[in-house]
């Protein structure tokens, strides 16, 4: 069998990194104390934050893979040190959380909850090389910090939050803080490859507004705050105003885009909006933000009076990005497909105008008609 080259081998394509931990980017694990009290203070967490996705790591003292859910209805994972050897499979089942509670007895997380209980002195000891990133402190029975503990703290202990497991209301509003303050940010997307068949030359162009659509439109994302990226086809040309973000799936359209532009970057939240749409306006915009849901896949919009939502003006959250490709991966190539199959918010308008599309010279002259009516 023929070698392959080192140095060849190590000349993959280098693809930006989803931030995460273990499981999940948004994980903690609970440890110091027994773990009926470590599962009981996820399940006040969970319920905590209703309108969230959680999942609940711990270990399964029979040696079985097994996924049941918590009396909140939130889905519970239990692993053995077999499925955890499987580091991106863990991760991939996790995806569609929104956090992730660990019993840090058994497993380790890259932020930690711990409970002072004098009962479990020798148990948190074992474990304080795992508690670099302490966010919370949680007290029971009005137990002092132990010495070694405030110790490896050092000085950073003046500044996490100590809570007595009973203040129940305390410290699940501090973890609310915690997880709000790691909302993903928004990157607008335009969506303008140059393909317009129908249209007969590149829709990204068309002037509604005094200058090329594409321009008018990162101009509107930019100007509300959101930093902006063009996207286009490789051959087309771009712009020196906006940064461009060439297709890496190319032959693949909107879909092709937007994968790419998660491939770029897997830590924002992309709102997309494509080049075709003439009466997207700021007030659309801020509906789709108010009105945002990041336990979803997605928050897109539709007409009130139509079957199916829009997905070019879409906000596609981070755990879009697996979905994308394991929807493409079973032949799927079409963003709206993905709406339709995927857990997502839909926002209904009852101006269908705002998201109607022009592809074609005769719908082109409809609509600068309609906006030249307006500006009268």
Known sequence: MEKVNSNEHNKHPKLAQAVTGHFHKNEWSILGTDCTTIKSISETLTLSQSKLKAIYVDADHDDENTTFYSKSGKMMVNCNFHMLNDEYGIQMQCN?????????????????????????????????????NVEMILVKNNTELFPF????????????????????????????????????????????????????????????????????????????GFKTIISKQEGYKGTQEYPILRDKLTGMGP?????????????????????????????????????????????????????????????YEPKAYQRFLELMSRGVSCPRKVIINSDVK?????????????????????????????TE
């Not at 994968?259 to 789709?288: G, H, Q, R």
């Not at 705002?354 to 009516?373: H, R, W």
């Open 96 to 132: 569609e959380a929104d956090f992730v509670l660990v019993n840090g007895n058994h497993y380790r997380a890259s932020k930690q909850i711990i409970v002072v209980d004098k009962e479990k002195e020798g148990s948190l000891l074992r474990r304080i090389s795992d508690c670099n």
């Open 149 to 224: 503990l405030k110790s490896m703290l050092g000085e950073n202990a003046t500044n996490i939050p100590v809570y007595d497991i009973d203040d129940v209301k305390g410290y699940t509003d501090y973890f609310a803080k915690q997880f709000n303050e790691r909302r993903p940010e928004v990157t607008a997307l335009i969506l303008a490859g140059g393909e317009s068949k129908r249209m007969g030359e590149d829709k990204s162009q068309m002037d509604y507004h005094g200058m090329p659509h594409e321009l008018y439109t990162a101009k509107l994302t930019s100007d509300m």
């Open 255 to 315: 879909f092709g885009a937007i994968c790419s532009a998660m491939m770029y970057n897997p830590n924002t939240a992309w709102l997309v909006i494509s080049c075709d749409l003439p009466f997207v306006n700021k007030e659309l915009i801020n509906t789709l933000i108010k009105n945002r849901d990041i336990s979803k896949f997605a928050t897109t919009v539709k007409a009130i009076n139509k079957e199916f939502p829009e997905p070019l003006i879409t906000i």
């Open 346 to 374: 839909v926002v209904e308008l009852e101006d269908e105008r705002l998201i109607q599309n022009v592809n074609t010279p005769e719908e082109y002259k409809d609509a600068l008609n309609d906006i030249g009516n307006e």
